[in-house]
């Protein structure tokens, strides 16, 4: 057996060796391709697609650059249903924040990869994906900083920015609407972290554009972001949202029924005061400890000036007594939040896990394997279906940390990771017990 140093070291070297090496594909159909040269399956690969006349609509990127989605086109039963998954990839709330991002993947897509590895939720592979695996998937690219919630331009001189995540939102909808989405017969939106949130911001919109008698839901993966505050007292994440809102023009989009309810408008750009405005059947998959929220709403840099979080944030079994209540703090605030903002609308379904984790429904290993994180013996796939479909429990939440069991083991990650060559960044929590918390690009 080896020891957890030895193991973190191993690990570290694997995942740096890997992703030093870009995938090389030769096609960007749905089906799976192999690196002839040493017969390795690579995963499914979707090229990109720019929506056409997006500047006369004002639906740039922050760079002016036009948006883009991928799309791999359903089959046989799933011919009719369509799945689009947000993008996520945090926020910008200063000119100065959103001008970097505009010089990256993050603001346009002159930056992108042209092609996307669809797994998890939108694998094409019915043994990896049940229940969505031959529906139209789309991925929605990332590229406003405010959760396609925006709509205003800054100029100064020569510089412009485009802060048009709503424009976006609608002329992909408009591009996918004659390609089959106007008659979907079913359809869910879904969406991790900052893509998660803009599920909450558009979930009823997106019923609304669909024909009547589709069946319409929405998903949520890692975007319950907490109004908390860290551990000094502050609130830190509602000011950065609160600038976001301000410098993008955000306020005018959200959820009118909602900002009428609070005295502070802004404050529905936090999920847990949109959910309960929202009409939509809605499924919130999320974990307690979710290690986005950790590092940058519990325990952001400037509240741990001193680093005495930071070992407990790279290890947890590091961290102390206290260090481990506070944490339990914040997941009896995040149970509390959702069980306020849901009450009891039967059409709501979530999935709480206790893994230190941060978007798991593209993240095969997450989704639906042998060693996917497990409440009540169901899987994340098995949860989501199951609530999509009426077939049985809708809601779970698992026990805290570190009672839970159904983190990755190392054994067990390192043999999936070898058979499907896939790219991932691990987290501790135990000695024998690993979560998984993103591919390396894509923590939000």
Not at 96 to 111: H, K, P
């Amino acid at each position: 057996m080896w020891s957890r140093n030895s193991f973190a070291a191993s690990l570290l070297v694997f995942v740096l060796a890997v992703s030093a090496f870009p995938w090389i594909v030769s096609s960007q159909q749905r089906k799976q391709t192999t690196n002839n040269r040493r017969n390795i399956p690579l995963r499914s690969m979707v090229g990109m697609t720019l929506v056409p006349g997006a500047a006369t609509r004002e639906a740039v990127c922050l760079d002016g650059s036009s948006p883009a989605y991928h799309l791999d086109r359903g089959s046989g039963g799933g011919a009719a249903n369509w799945l689009l998954q947000f993008e996520g990839g945090g926020w910008c709330n200063s000119v100065a924040s959103c001008l970097a991002r505009s010089t990256t993947r993050r603001g346009s897509t002159r930056y992108m990869n042209k092609l996307e590895v669809f797994s998890g939720i939108l694998s094409s592979d019915e043994s990896e994906n049940p229940d969505f695996y031959n529906w139209n998937r789309v991925k929605i690219r990332y590229c406003d900083g405010a959760s396609f919630g925006g709509d205003s331009v800054y100029r100064n001189g020569t510089t412009v920015l485009h802060f048009r995540g709503q424009r976006i939102w609608e002329a992909i909808i408009a591009d996918l609407l004659p390609k089959g989405l106007g008659l979907a017969e079913k359809a869910l939106l879904s969406g991790c972290s900052a893509g998660g949130l803009a599920t909450f911001l558009h979930c009823d919109e997106f019923e609304r554009l669909l024909p009547e008698s589709a069946t319409v839901k929405c998903l949520s993966d890692a975007g319950f972001f907490l109004d908390a505050t860290d551990v000094t007292g502050s609130n830190t994440m509602r000011t950065f949202f609160n600038g976001v809102v301000a410098l993008q023009g955000v306020q005018r989009n959200l959820n009118t029924r909602c900002t009428r309810a609070h005295s502070d408008p802004r404050q529905c750009f936090f999920p847990q005061y949109a959910l309960p405005f929202i009409r939509t059947p809605f499924f919130i998959l999320n974990s307690a400890y979710d290690v986005y929220q950790f590092n940058h709403i519990f325990v952001p840099p400037s509240a741990d000036p001193n680093e005495h979080w930071t070992r407990c944030k790279l290890d947890t079994t590091a961290c102390t007594s206290d260090q481990i209540s506070v944490l339990q703090g914040y997941r009896h605030q995040m149970l509390a939040a959702l069980s306020a903002s849901s009450s009891r609308d039967m059409r709501r379904g979530s999935f709480i896990d206790s893994c230190f984790a941060h978007c798991q429904s593209e993240l095969q290993v997450a989704w639906f394997t042998p060693y996917s994180p497990r409440i009540h013996n169901k899987t994340i796939a098995g949860a989501v279906g199951d609530w999509y479909f009426d077939r049985g429990d809708t809601s779970s939440i698992d026990v805290p940390y570190p009672c839970d069991q159904t983190c990755h083991k190392p054994q067990a990650i390192i043999a999936y990771t070898q058979q499907s060559h896939i790219m991932l960044i691990f987290t501790f929590l135990d000695d024998h017990c690993v979560c998984v918390i993103g591919w390396p690009q894509e923590l939000a």
